[in-house]
């Protein structure tokens, strides 16, 4: 059966205590309305979001990542609730899926258990071990027969553990029909998604429940939420990452974005971030590192090392307190405390402890372009934009301010100067 997905994300999320839109906060890297999305492009080719709270905020971000979403700008102070966010969306299938922008945790698997079967509507429901505070799902014959709000339950239905996950999977023709039926005549004047199911069970339809993961279906609705979603998240990725191959230390203390990726043999540190589209192949990242939208082949990095974005390292070494920004580094040794941006670096050659790559003047940034075999002592300043050849000594010390050539030997120093008994006579008594 063809199906078509609505994504619910226009509420305004006040919990979140932001002027960021809810569904724009991020999970590992991603805004959670995107997990929602992604997991929806895997089942469907007509995805609807629904924006109201910063609408055109929204909209701007999801066109930047996705092509063919669809957006249904819906006018939630006149139509407010789950239901009064469908009012006038259209979908083009025979079968349309509601989820919600706030469940980034929700997984292909799961959206495509919800839409199997043959039932008029499938609906999500939850086994709490303490469903206080939950409407109950009342259940007979594995058939869903109404929704009763906590307050207005008896005794009986208070013993019932099954709750609303609040997803749910629906013949198109019902929604076009119960849609538009839907009342606000209730204490809290809004438009109930749920009141569907009681409209399709008086007309003798079939809803089924389909029990779901509360894992999966959490709502992120704070900022302790979002936390507890990205614990999950985190711990799903890391996981698949080391069925893969990769070895984490003290996986617990690693972050790794959900757009990163791995090839090869691959060794994470505890405390490492790898943030970004990152791609690592076959290297070791040592603890305490930082890698973000950089390539790392061959290579190792850290302890306490940073590679900032647009960085690609083949075959390199960089140590401890290295910072490596925007810059091409193959076969390098790079061993501590060195800041290399704008520069590409070739086969052979060492930068020494404490060297700079001066490469902003205030204004612009400017290249630096060291060839292969050069030896860079420590303390040593590369003011860009600078050239050096292959087969270069730069001696300790030293600010490079002109380009050098092959098998050079580049020093700027003054004299050396001693002044003898000095310190007896600066330090002299009385």
């Known amino acids: 059966?063809?199906?078509?997905?609505?994504?619910?994300?226009?509420?305004?999320?006040?919990?979140?205590?932001s002027t960021t839109p809810k569904v724009l906060h991020e999970i590992s890297?991603?805004?959670?309305l995107?997990?929602?999305?992604?997991?929806?492009?895997?089942?469907?080719?007509?995805?609807?979001?629904?924006?109201?709270?910063?609408?055109?905020?929204?909209?701007?971000?999801?066109?930047a990542h996705y092509e063919n979403v669809c957006f249904h700008m819906q006018d939630v102070a006149t139509y407010p609730g789950t239901g009064g966010a469908m009012k006038g969306v259209q979908t083009k299938n025979e079968r349309t899926l509601i989820l919600n922008g706030d469940m980034p945790l929700i997984t292909k698997d799961s959206l495509l258990a919800l839409t199997s079967g043959e039932a008029d509507i499938n609906m999500s429901v939850i086994k709490l071990e303490n469903p206080t505070g939950y409407g109950r799902v009342i259940i007979k014959d594995e058939k869903v027969l109404?929704?009763?709000?906590?307050?207005?339950?008896?005794?009986?239905?208070?013993?019932?553990?099954?709750?609303?996950?609040?997803?749910?999977a629906v013949n198109t023709s019902l929604l076009?029909?119960?849609?538009?039926?839907?009342?606000?005549?209730?204490?809290?004047?809004?438009?109930?998604?749920?009141?569907i199911v009681k409209m399709a069970v008086d007309e003798n339809k079939i809803v089924n429940p389909i029990y779901v993961e509360e894992e999966e279906f959490k709502g992120v609705n704070s900022k302790l939420d979002l936390a507890a979603a990205e614990v999950i998240h985190q711990n799903r990725i890391k996981k698949n990452l080391m069925m893969a191959g990769v070895s984490m230390r003290l996986p617990d203390t690693i972050y790794v974005d959900s757009r990163a990726t791995f090839e090869g043999e691959c060794m994470?540190?505890?405390?490492?971030?790898?943030?970004?589209t990152s791609h690592i192949v076959s290297s070791h990242i040592k603890a305490h590192s930082v890698v973000e939208d950089a390539n790392i082949t061959n290579s190792d990095v850290g302890p306490m090392g940073r590679v900032r974005p647009n960085s690609v390292l083949v075959d390199t070494h960089i140590g401890n307190f290295v910072e490596v920004k925007k810059s091409t580094l193959t076969g390098v040794k790079?061993?501590?405390?060195?800041?290399?941006?704008?520069?590409?670096?070739?086969?052979?050659?060492?930068?020494?402890?404490?060297?700079?790559?001066?490469?902003?003047?205030?204004?612009?940034k400017f290249q630096t372009h060291i060839g292969k075999n050069v030896f860079v002592g420590s303390d040593t300043q590369l003011v860009a934009p600078v050239n050096i050849a292959d087969d270069v000594m730069i001696a300790a010390g030293t600010t490079v301010t002109k380009d050098a050539n092959s098998g050079e030997l580049v020093l700027s120093r003054t004299a050396q100067k001693s002044i003898k008994n000095f310190f007896y006579k600066f330090f002299a008594k009385g």
């Open 1 to 17: 059966m063809s199906l078509s997905v609505v994504i619910l994300a226009a509420g305004k999320g006040t919990r979140m205590k």
């Open 29 to 32: 890297g991603k805004s959670m």
């Open 34 to 63: 995107f997990h929602a999305i992604d997991a929806a492009k895997e089942i469907s080719d007509d995805i609807t979001v629904v924006l109201y709270h910063q609408a055109e905020r929204i909209q701007e971000q999801i066109e």
């Open 146 to 168: 109404e929704i009763v709000e906590q307050k207005d339950c008896n005794e009986a239905q208070l013993l019932t553990h099954t709750v609303n996950a609040g997803i749910y």
């Open 176 to 195: 076009e029909q119960y849609i538009p039926a839907l009342s606000n005549d209730n204490a809290q004047a809004e438009y109930y998604l749920t009141d």
């Open 268 to 276: 994470l540190e505890n405390g490492v971030s790898i943030l970004g």
């Open 334 to 364: 790079a061993g501590h405390l060195s800041y290399i941006g704008d520069a590409t670096i070739e086969e052979g050659s060492n930068i020494g402890a404490g060297v700079i790559t001066c490469n902003y003047d205030g204004k612009n």
